[in-house]
């Protein structure tokens, strides 16, 4: 009997020398397919990415730079996972995990690094209001760059099937790559820089829909993707976790382990666990599976998404700021640092659960309801001269509100919705 081998084209056995194989697409029904130990490798710097993003929100908004610090943010989170879907689809249709692979894999991670180191600089440049200073963060990109249109050039020698969605990613990376360094040798201001960056990133979204518009998508991996995302879900909690840490550690240095540190603790953890559960509720893939063509909203809208929970840890991160008493935004202001990214992640769970499903649910907006009101009973609270720890420790309840009203009522809800959709794509 001969051996059956997998999706990338090694037998089981996996012990083998990582030879060239021919990179002729995954099998996207493919069964047990998983993330690989080097796609978690590559992840390992988008926790250093987020995390200095993160860092540099939480000092623009201590520091009274509201304005600043979140368009900067917005815009350098854009970036960020702008280049780890690039990475993450393009492995899910194409593994093949041979050594040009793993090299190509390589250089990625060195221009991920190299992007994130210039994050500072970028927020730097937008909070003096002169040049935009995005030189690094465009360095980064070229090295990615390099090694991603290598690789759909790849593929398009390749996989003859899927030849011209692979020439337009590779084309429109090209392109586009071009315009980004246009923007380093420009002199442009903040304002016409980040016009020209909006441009740029709206040209960006439009190109996998150009490549994949004709019915000849790449073989991605629906379970895949959806493992993916969740993956980099939980690297984004991690900055609640930093962010926790570092409250509590301004409480203990100040105060010692005193109640507002236990609800710090409480507050912190509770808010990031919270927070996985909300995300985790829906089978994302099975839907996906089902219904492929909405993987452009499921991508897309995760994007906002995986900010929004980046810019919660920050928020925490700006309350150890307040506590220690280098904060210029005051206690309302930090409040509304951590509870308006709670707010919005909430929100786009609830986008992307409709999106998939094709429908509302009422219930799910009687929960919104009550998430807001939770939301501002913590804004309030702080108005009224509530201690920081107590006032967090409402808004944690925020996503708890979701928690509940799906362990108790939605997961019925969620699953009568799901099965008809999943019956109707079949």
């Given at each position: 009997?001969?051996d059956p ?5 090694r ?17 996207p ?8 130990p080097?796609?978690l490798l590559f ?23 509201v ?10 989170t ?12 393009f ?22 690094v ?20 995005n030189e690094?963060?465009v ?6 760059r ?11 020698k390749?996989d ?10 590779a084309?429109?990376i ?5 315009g ?14 980040l016009?020209?960056?909006a441009v ?5 979204m ?5 490549a994949?518009?004709r019915?000849?998508v790449?073989?991605?991996?629906a ?18 976790v930093?962010g926790?840490?570092?409250s ?9 382990w005193?109640?507002d540190?236990?609800f710090?603790?409480?507050?912190g ?22 219904r492929?063509?909405?993987s452009?909203?499921?991508?897309y809208v ?8 980046v ?18 935004i ?15 992640f909430?929100a786009?769970v ?35 001269g509530?201690?920081?720890a ?7 309840a925020?996503?708890?509100v979701?928690?509940?009203g ?21």
């Amino acid at each position: 009997m001969s051996d059956p081998g997998d999706g990338a084209g090694r037998p089981p056995t996996g012990v083998t020398a990582h030879r060239l194989t021919p990179m002729t697409g995954r099998d996207p029904d493919e069964h047990h397919r998983a993330a690989t130990p080097l796609e978690l490798l590559f992840d390992l710097t988008f926790v250093v990415a987020f995390g200095i993003a993160a860092s540099e929100l939480a000092h623009a908004l201590a520091a009274g730079h509201v304005g600043v610090g979140v368009t900067a943010f917005l815009f350098a989170t854009f970036a960020v996972c702008w280049a780890w879907i690039n990475f993450t689809w393009f492995s899910s249709a194409y593994d093949t995990d041979d050594w040009i692979y793993r090299l190509a894999t390589m250089v990625q991670m060195v221009g991920v690094v190299i992007l994130a180191l210039g994050i500072p600089e970028f927020f730097a440049s937008i909070e003096h209001g002169e040049r935009l200073h995005n030189e690094v963060v465009v360095a980064g990109y070229v090295v990615m760059r390099i090694a991603l249109v290598g690789q759909w050039l790849r593929a398009a020698k390749q996989d003859p099937q899927h030849r011209s969605a692979a020439l337009t990613y590779a084309g429109v990376i090209t392109v586009l790559q071009i315009g980004w360094i246009a923007t380093i040798f420009l002199p442009l201001t903040v304002v016409p820089g980040l016009i020209a960056f909006a441009v740029l990133a709206v040209l960006e979204m439009l190109g996998p829909w150009l490549a994949e518009r004709r019915n000849v998508v790449t073989p991605w991996h629906a379970h895949h993707i959806a493992e993916r995302y969740g993956l980099l879900a939980i690297i984004a909690l991690g900055e609640g976790v930093v962010g926790t840490v570092a409250s509590l550690t301004a409480v203990v240095q100040e105060h010692g382990w005193t109640t507002d540190a236990v609800f710090l603790v409480v507050a912190g953890t509770g808010l990031t666990f919270a927070l996985w559960w909300v995300y985790f509720a829906v089978p994302a893939a099975d839907l996906l599976h089902a219904r492929r063509e909405r993987s452009f909203a499921f991508g897309y809208v995760h994007i906002p998404l995986f900010a929004a929970i980046v810019a919660t840890g920050a928020g925490l991160h700006t309350a150890a700021y307040y506590v220690e008493g280098h904060s210029d935004i005051g206690s309302i202001g930090t409040v509304f640092s951590v509870v308006i990214p709670i707010g919005v992640f909430v929100a786009l769970v609830y986008v992307v659960y409709a999106l998939m499903v094709k429908t509302w649910d009422a219930f799910h907006l009687v929960l919104l309801a009550l998430t807001g009101a939770v939301l501002v009973g913590a804004v309030v609270a702080a108005a009224a001269g509530v201690p920081m720890a107590v006032c967090l420790l409402i808004a944690t309840a925020a996503p708890v509100v979701s928690v509940v009203g799906f362990e108790w009522i939605g997961h019925r809800h969620a699953a009568a919705a799901i099965e008809a959709r999943l019956s109707d794509a079949h």
